[in-house]
């Protein structure tokens, strides 16, 4: 399907250029964070900018994440639009409650008063051994706690535009982007997220889940790294003559329930596929919220394809024997088939 | 430099009116607490920190501040919302958690936020430090004029987010001033139990900038302190810090019986009070009269009793309208 | 049932006693927090304690949350077993990282070669007007990161018998009191969590849960002050003839599923109560659990009586408004009733 | 206090041996990721930070140390563990994720945990500083001999986690010492950038304890003030601070361009190689022979690759013991 006028761009490029776009029309707009400047950013998402716009607004932080996240919120609450960056979401334990406390609640003890129009970009995932304080996911966390929008782009066309969604937004943001998806070479990077990408500035709506591939007979229903796995697992279940339909959540909060139930309702079968924890996070949120919905559209019961509740081990044969992967989506259709009520 | 005739006016106006305030809140706040005091119970529900004896830090401060400058505040929050004029009728509804309060009920005493004079609070340790930085960022950012003043107690000086703060304005060269509100305790645990160094002032040097302790709760030398930090931020010369000696007449939160306190430490302090003792300096130094002095008082209780009667009088949220608010309009 | 020989104690006054016990016969245990010596803890957990034993196994801290919980995690390492107090659960924000990455992972990460026996306690929930930072309940927060066994107790029997487990247990433990359960007066009181407690220690097993009422309807599952609602519920439903189980689940992690299961198993519906926020968290933890194990047991759609997904708000109104009770768990029941299939 | 002529030799050879362990890494690091550099690659995955012209920190300090004594480090842990004494066949294998390895491949480089040696680590910046610090209690506490050491970088300094720890271990007197390797990078921003002040011994004022800077990477001059410091942290007079000014001679981490330094800087830095200075030095002193010498370094090498060799030799996990040692045995 690709257009010879198509423009495609990795996550990290386009997420430079959101941010790039907003910045020209926005003076408000800054960026801050550990080696966003000269370095780019670890993952390349802030690459270019300290040359077109400068240190001061382009601002390397010391290694302060409590102080800085917070000197976010203060400089929203004043009039500034900050995109800030928390270089690994591994790292929010040494400053979660300039986030949650400070970031996701200061609207509502304002009464609506004060708005906070800022971003928190942090990158979440892996697979390259990084080991255990270095790539969680972390969307169960981030998302069970009021006050913050959370967005995790697929790819590179919702990575920009959820990126100008998130700056305009008068709310906090977290925007949780996927090491392994950012197309970087060094850390592998997936094919599927770099797409096409329109030149201009747009928006993809935060809140809205996506139909990413239709189909009938069973819902797999992801986010981030695990839609491409998804979608790897439809073809070689299509391959069985099985036709799986795939979800990409894109944003955890607000979450679209009713495009997850209504997939549902058609395939009758639900698959949800994780990177965080398995418990208590976004897979027993998915499979919940279409039970409590209704049970009667269950032809068989729901499936979780989660990374284990064990720290992340370093060991490249530990480490993928924990990831989600096509294989075990493939394998959890095929134990849901034996379970399927008489 | 010292105050004038008109500032040591409004600084003592303050001082009455915080201190007549907390008074009637203490007051009310037992409404429906008793016989047996449950603190879910009356028209006031919930902690409530009194900041009773704190009063010249947060005037000798906020006397050289405009509601464009930003202050933050800590879980104890009064004085420093009534001398940075917050709105005491929306204030004392807001603790009252009614419709009318400053976020309509939502926030209540540890969270009082009024945009109109920049005034914001977090009753998490040292929480407040980051936000003021932050403005003081966006002001210089925005050539705007304005400083920002993080109000802090001592106890929070030990707190990871405190140094963090003070290294990232300095660094950035920031209109920011920290005021640490030496109490000499955090709720039980006395400031030498808890930190390494006599007097926070020395810790200016961790950062580069400027430390002073001002001794004895006395709100003229505070003013002075202050006066120099605040000057030195306007003109865009950093940071620094302001160690002030206070006293706690209050218990950490009401119900506190303050058993921690050594004998007979409470009475020495009720014979620091500063409210008296600035009345009577500013008698002696021919500040005001009498006769000023008791119409200070007498309006100061008057807005008070003004403010509570609002606030009584208000109605209670609609409960549904907890649901509301959560992200901008 | 009251037997005249009984001895009622206040959860507070048993988690003091579980400890004093302990600290009798284990020189290595010792508490550490923020005013837990001469005051005796905020929520009266420690009193007592600095009389007995001194101030230099009772040690009241800085306002430093990550310096002395990371400490106690050296401490840990080295031999002792600290009994560490995080005042309360919401500031969680400022020291997470010495909790979820050192506490919770370094046993992982040492191979099992070192033991993490430290036990975090924390006070959670309130219902008494304490506002957005002072009373969450964090629940899902907690359960969802690996390392950490996780328990919450509902009356004094329990907290005393797992306090004893945790201090006894090599593992990291987050032990999460009730403030409402804690027997203080000026918090309102529970009357149902103050118990007979025997005097001799004793431990309760973390990892299983109890059916602390028997029925045949409906299974309500929650912990902590909910158990208490779920039982004033199950009241309400028996005088409209209909017999609910309560399930206290007691620990969050080990999750004992197996009991979840079979409660619902035999009812045929489930109704889960929560004072923590909604999403991501325990409520949909517990219905995925027993839908993804089988969904043939269930007669209707699960519901969720849960803290709704916004900060807490102060004013007493709007509090109660959000807060579970057993009006709303008998609600659940009738909408449940409506939503049976065919 | 200098080093006896045996310290001397000790501290070369562990120079020596960490030098040729992380060139031995280095090497083995780009096997399998080639054309195409991928981290995930290779018999060495994932992130690798180098400690190359650091050593003379680790061997200064360590050289004053016993297994006894606890130590932990950071994201760059390998010079000094290895001269704490961490079993290298044990920590190569580790890093090459292999189930022989210090915890059979579950933790990897950045955490290297040998109980055996009181040696942990975090990856989390100054989060290692809570540990030591706790260690350092347990000792004072137990009556047990044993000092504990944090080294951190320069950059952990402005971390939140620092300034608690700093101060808990000040205000209980605990026998702790914090080394902050002052490698002038934090990533790729600059100290000066970072850091309100020029040199981070000042902050020692914070915490009312001694706080040294030592100037010029030279192992000597390390040891002797750690020397003070962990004499000091023995006789029960509590903690110090060290800062050491010293060079990263590698990028960050493999892989790293490091385009954000001045033109030219790196190659001053070779110069000032601290592994040919301190041979050269010990030539010069008569404190080592060239035959020695020679020994010394033919001896380290044979260590590195029996290491290595027993890290290649050895089996992978089980994949599935992913799910095990979560909770103690
Ligand atoms: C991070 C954090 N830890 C602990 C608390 C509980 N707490 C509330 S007030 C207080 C004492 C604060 O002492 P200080 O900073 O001196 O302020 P003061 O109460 O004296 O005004 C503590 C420990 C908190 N709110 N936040
Ligand atoms: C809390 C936290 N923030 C950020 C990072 C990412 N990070 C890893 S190393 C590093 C630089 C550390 O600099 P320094 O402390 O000077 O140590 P060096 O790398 O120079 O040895 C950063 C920012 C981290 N690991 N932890
Ligand atoms: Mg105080
Ligand atoms: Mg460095």
Chains 1, 3 share one sequence.
């Not at chain 1, 409650?97 to 609207?107: E, H, Q, R």
């Not at chain 1, 942090?122 to 069970?144: I, K, M, P, V």
């Not at chain 1, 592998?188 to 889940?209: F, L």
């Not at chain 2, 007449?249 to 008296?276: C, S």
Request: with cysteine; glycine share 10%.
């Amino acid at each position: 399907m690709t257009k010879s006028n198509e423009r495609k761009l990795t996550i990290a490029r386009a997420m430079a250029e959101a941010t790039a776009q907003e910045m020209r029309i926005d003076p408000s707009v800054f960026v801050m964070g550990e080696d966003i400047a000269a370095l780019g950013g670890v993952y390349g998402n802030t690459r270019g900018l300290l040359d077109e716009f400068g240190a001061e607004r382009i601002r390397d932080t010391p290694i302060s994440e409590t102080a800085f996240i917070g000197a976010a919120v203060g400089a929203a609450q004043d009039g500034m639009r900050p995109l800030v960056e928390l270089m690994f979401v591994d790292f929010f334990g040494v400053c979660f409650d300039a986030i949650y406390n400070l970031m996701a609640k200061n609207i509502y003890f304002s009464g609506g008063n004060l708005k906070v129009p800022m971003v928190l970009m942090t990158s979440t995932g892996g697979g390259y051994s990084d080991g255990g304080q270095h790539w969680q996911c972390l969307y169960g966390t981030f998302a069970h706690l009021p006050g913050m929008k959370v967005v995790a782009p697929s790819n590179a066309y919702d990575a920009k535009g959820l990126m100008t969604a998130a700056m305009r937004d008068d709310s906090p943001v977290v925007y949780m982007y996927h090491k392994g998806l950012q197309g970087m070479g060094w850390l592998g990077t997936e094919a599927g997220a770099t797409v096409h990408v329109p030149e201009e500035s747009y928006t993809v709506e935060i809140g809205k889940a996506k139909v990413v591939r239709e189909g009938r007979d069973v819902s797999i229903v992801s986010v981030g790294m695990g839609v491409h796995n998804a979608l790897k697992a439809a073809k070689k279940l299509e391959e069985k003559g099985i036709s799986a339909e795939v979800v990409d959540l894109v944003s955890l909060v607000p979450l679209d329930r009713e495009t997850i139930r209504a997939s549902v309702a058609k395939t009758g079968r639900l698959i949800v596929v994780d990177e965080d924890y398995q418990s208590y996070g976004l897979s027993g949120e998915v499979i919940a919220s279409v039970t409590e919905h209704d049970i009667s559209v269950l032809k068989a019961a729901p499936k979780r394809v989660a990374f284990p509740d064990v720290p992340i081990p370093y060991a490249r044969v530990m480490e993928q024997f924990c990831l989600p992967n096509p294989d075990k989506i493939v394998a959890a259709w095929d134990e849901m088939g034996a379970l399927q009520p008489a | 430099m010292a105050p004038t005739r008109d500032e040591q006016h409004w600084m003592y106006r303050n001082m009455v009116t915080s201190r007549r305030f907390e008074e009637t809140i203490a007051k009310i706040y037992f409404e429906g607490k008793s016989p047996a005091f449950n603190m879910a119970n009356g028209p006031i529900p919930g902690e409530m920190h009194l900041s009773d004896g704190q009063e010249p830090v947060a005037v000798g401060v906020c006397a050289h501040l405009t509601p464009e400058d930003v202050v933050t505040a800590t879980h104890r929050p009064h004085h420093r919302a009534i001398a940075k004029g917050v709105d005491l009728d929306k204030m004392a509804a807001e603790i009252f958690g009614k419709a009318t309060g400053l976020s309509g009920g939502r926030g209540g005493h540890m969270h009082l936020f009024d945009a109109d004079v920049n005034f914001a609070c977090s009753g998490i340790i040292a929480q407040g430090m980051g936000p003021a930085v932050g403005a003081a960022l966006s002001r210089k950012m925005q050539g705007k004029p304005g400083v920002a003043v993080a109000f802090v107690g001592e106890g929070a000086v030990n707190q990871g987010g405190w140094h963090e703060a003070m290294n990232l304005a300095a660094v950035w060269n920031l209109p920011f001033v920290c005021v640490i509100e030496d109490n000499a305790w955090g709720i039980s645990v006395a400031k030498s139990a808890a930190t390494a160094v006599p007097t926070n002032d020395v810790r200016a040097a961790a950062y580069g900038i400027p430390g002073e302790r001002v001794e004895g709760n006395d709100p003229f030398a505070i003013y002075e302190a202050a006066g120099r930090a605040i000057a030195r931020a306007r003109a865009g010369e950093g940071p620094s810090l302001i160690e002030v000696e206070t006293y706690r007449l209050a218990g950490h939160f009401m119900g506190d019986a303050e058993g921690y306190r050594p004998e007979g430490e409470k009475d020495g302090l009720f014979e620091k009070d500063p409210i008296p003792a600035m009345r009577a300096r500013l008698l002696k130094d021919g500040a005001a009269s009498e006769e000023e002095l008791a119409a200070i008082e007498t309006e100061s209780e008057a807005r008070v009793e003004k403010a509570i009667q609002f606030a009584r009088n208000s109605v209670d949220p609609a409960p549904e309208d907890a649901l509301t608010r959560v992200f901008a309009a």
